[in-house]
T-cell receptor, first 116, second 115 residues
Framework: AQKVTQAQTEISVVEKEDVTLDCVYE???????LFWYKQPPSGELVFLIRRNSFDEQNEISGRYSWNFQKSTSSFNFTITASQVVDSAVYFC?????????????FGTGTRLKVLA | KAGVTQTPRYLIKTRGQQVTLSCSPISGHRSVSWYQQTPGQGLQFLFEYFSETQRNKGNFPGRFSGRQFSNSRSEMNVSTLELGDSALYLC??????????????FGPGTRLTVL
């Protein structure tokens, strides 16, 4: 079955700490896509990154980095030197087509609170 | 390029009424998906439209319906509102979400409160 699990419901860190948000997925497909979105208090989901199943290279973008490991079906997201503006709910999503057409499956989200 | 727009941003209705929400996708995007977000249930997929046709539907009652126009703008309608329909309704657009490779971009949402 297709599934995305974000086991961490809420994480609190102090500013400048590093924090890793976990995402574990399940799919039978060999071709699939993984995403991370950020939802600040305003409500809009902001796209952060997309990864396809054939590209296991880690990605770094400023203070953000992503670790994709097919062997453990994980796509974890690390924020280095966190800032108060990073406070948001973060969603991991999987797009896969085992049902015949590609659909997005979202995790339940991790609420990150960065304290000043 | 303008992003996804949703109107209205906030709405207050009473039980039994009906409501229509609107979504204008990014120019050139033909796929529009709708999601309901509640604190208890997270993000739940409602339906997806592509070229005026509903291609996918989530597990919601028939009170929830939608449509897409030739310019790709989409509306969703909820009839006979219930208290449990209070939620943030998010619209997402992409070139064609069914291809898998295309990223969905979300609008700011419409926050519906049912009293």
């Amino acid at each position: 079955a297709q599934k995305v699990t974000q086991a961490q419901t809420e994480i609190s860190v102090v500013e400048k700490e590093d924090v890793t948000l976990d995402c574990v997925y399940e799919t039978r497909d060999t071709t699939y896509y993984l995403f991370w979105y950020k939802q600040p208090p305003s409500g809009e989901l902001v796209f952060l990154i997309r990864r396809n199943s054939f590209d296991e290279q880690n990605e770094i973008s400023g203070r953000y980095s992503w670790n994709f490991q097919k062997s453990t079906s994980s796509f974890n997201f690390t924020i280095t030197a966190s800032q108060v503006v990073d406070s948001a709910v973060y969603f991991c999503a999987l797009s896969e087509g085992s049902s015949g057409t590609y659909k997005y499956i979202f995790g339940t989200g991790t609420r990150l609170k960065v304290l000043a | 390029k303008a992003g996804v727009t949703q109107t209205p941003r906030y709405l207050i209705k009473t039980r039994g009424q009906q409501v229509t929400l609107s979504c204008s996708p990014i120019s050139g995007h033909r796929s529009v998906s709708w999601y309901q977000q509640t604190p208890g249930q997270g993000l739940q997929f409602l339906f997806e439209y592509f070229s005026e046709t509903q291609r996918n539907k989530g597990n919601f009652p028939g009170r929830f319906s939608g449509r897409q126009f030739s310019n790709s703008r989409s509306e969703m309608n909820v009839s006979t509102l219930e208290l449990g329909d209070s939620a943030l309704y998010l619209c997402a657009s992409s070139l064609d979400v069914a291809r898998g490779t295309d990223t969905q971009y979300f609008g700011p949402g419409t926050r519906l409160t049912v009293l």
